[in-house]
């Protein structure tokens, strides 16, 4: 057991059976002030007010001044990826963009160059100390994607390293096939349709032998795939028990968010290029919008209308998209701050879209995103600070001071 006392703020109280919030209910951050949690064999077994504190013979943490919060739930993340591409980043000062980059063979094409030279081990040895870094940051469950593989051994790779992840680390993580991440150059220039015949009669088939996917994503946009090449990989994919996740609307208004939508993806995310239609058709669904604010940040484009999609009463989440070409950052704090500043969402309706409803994004949050008893114990300690909102004012500093995942402290 684990006992977590005189807590300052337990904050993002949920009921058992809200999976995610939407609208006005993202502006609210339920809390209990000088509180205290109990952990059991990796689960929240109970918390209340101080004054309900039991007096247990266990692990105990005193958490005075502290604030206590729901581990982050990153939903959307490519970090089995080999060496770096800062070479790139000099392109993009020089006035390149993402998809003049890509056409010079930059990009997608770059990493999966460099990790078709990478051998397993190595490649798990890099991306596991991203993981750790990520924790240190406060996440605790992780959506990872394939998608620099290109080809059926290396797109394995990817995900067995992925799977080995999730054998022998705390955090909680789901695997994502994105072989459908661009056209590898040798099926360029009228030789698409072989790609897409690739990854629905090869990829997906022995994907779905191993059990090494819980989705399937593609990147449905201007330059990469388009809507029917998209519809035919999610139809495929349904036919394995794979539920889609789309990459929508980065570049231009691609028709990913419809597609998506009308094939149940669980998400659609990037969404820079949204308006009122694409709004309408997340409405009544129960597809998740999902916003990457790191992304437009670091590539200089727009920044999805979540605030928009909130006031129409959608739910929306948050995720880093951590991958070293247009977004090779892991922290979601920083993420939380982006959102409040460029996007103009509360501190309660970032958090909210960076715990519950990230976790919904990755099909957890039955068992994940909030302080609900009966969750997983995935939360982290805060140091001694002055209020929530402080967390995304302070968008450099450091706030996070220990990390539980599973009921058990991270060392």
């Given at each position: 057991m684990l006992l977590i006392k005189n807590i300052k703020k337990l904050v993002g109280?949920?009921?058992?059976?809200?999976?995610?919030?939407?609208?006005?209910?993202?502006?609210?951050?339920?809390?209990?002030?000088?509180?205290?949690?109990?952990?059991?064999?990796?689960?929240?077994?109970?918390?209340?007010?101080?004054?309900?504190?039991?007096?247990?013979?266990?692990?105990?943490?005193?958490?005075?001044?502290?604030?206590?919060?729901?581990?982050?739930?990153?939903?959307?993340?490519?970090?089995?990826?080999?060496?770096?591409?800062?070479?790139e980043f000099l392109d993009k000062i020089n006035g390149l963009s993402y998809e003049e980059i890509a056409?010079?063979?930059?990009?997608?094409?770059?990493?999966?160059?460099?990790?078709?030279?990478?051998?397993?081990?190595?490649?798990?040895?890099?991306?596991?100390?991203?993981?750790?870094?990520?924790?240190?940051?406060?996440?605790?469950?992780?959506?990872?994607?394939?998608?620099?593989?290109?080809?059926t051994e290396d797109e394995i790779k990817m995900l067995r390293v992925i799977k080995r992840l999730k054998e022998e680390t705390q955090m909680t993580i789901r695997a994502t096939f994105l072989g459908a991440h661009a056209f590898p150059l040798e099926y360029k220039n009228g030789k698409e349709d072989e790609y897409i015949s690739l990854i629905c009669n090869e990829m997906l088939p022995k994907i779905a032998a191993e059990n090494l996917a819980d989705f399937v994503d593609v990147f449905c946009d201007k330059g990469f795939f388009t809507v029917e090449q998209t519809a035919k990989i999610l139809e495929t994919a349904q036919k394995y028990g794979l539920r889609g996740k789309i990459h929508a609307n980065e570049l231009d208004f691609s028709g990913g968010v419809q597609v998506g939508v009308k094939y149940n993806a669980l998400s659609v995310d990037h969404l820079e290029c949204s308006g009122e239609n694409e709004i309408a058709?997340?409405?009544?669904?129960?597809?998740?919008?999902?916003?990457?604010?790191?992304?437009?940040?670091?590539?200089?484009?727009?920044?999805?209308?979540?605030?928009?999609?909130?006031?129409?009463?959608?739910?929306?989440?948050?995720?880093?998209?951590?991958?070293?070409?247009?977004?090779?950052?892991?922290?979601?704090?920083?993420?939380l701050s982006l959102a409040c500043i460029k996007m103009r969402l509360t501190p309660a309706q970032a958090i909210n879209a960076a715990t519950i409803n990230g976790a919904y994004a990755m099909g957890i949050s039955k068992t994940h995103g909030s302080i609900t008893i009966g969750k997983v114990a995935n939360l982290f300690i805060t140091n001694e600070i002055p209020s929530i909102e402080y967390i995304p004012y302070s968008y450099t500093e450091p706030i996070v001071e220990k990390v539980i995942l599973r009921g058990k402290v991270c060392s």
């Open positions: 109280i949920l009921p058992e059976n809200k999976l995610r919030l939407c609208g006005a209910e993202m502006d609210v951050l339920q809390s209990i002030d000088n509180a205290y949690l109990l952990a059991e064999k990796g689960v929240i077994k109970n918390f209340g007010e101080m004054k309900n504190c039991p007096n247990l013979d266990c692990e105990t943490i005193d958490a005075n001044g502290k604030m206590v919060f729901p581990a982050f739930c990153d939903s959307h993340s490519h970090i089995v990826f080999a060496g770096s591409r800062e070479s056409k010079r063979g930059g990009g997608i094409l770059n990493s999966a160059k460099l990790l078709h030279q990478t051998s397993e081990e190595e490649l798990y040895n890099q991306v596991l100390k991203r993981l750790k870094m990520m924790i240190g940051f406060g996440t605790g469950a992780l959506e990872i994607k394939s998608g620099y593989g290109l080809n058709v997340l409405k009544n669904s129960e597809t998740m919008p999902t916003g990457l604010p790191g992304c437009s940040f670091f590539l200089g484009i727009s920044f999805a209308p979540l605030k928009d999609m909130i006031n129409s009463g959608l739910s929306v989440a948050l995720a880093t998209d951590f991958n070293p070409g247009s977004t090779p950052s892991g922290n979601m704090k920083f993420v």
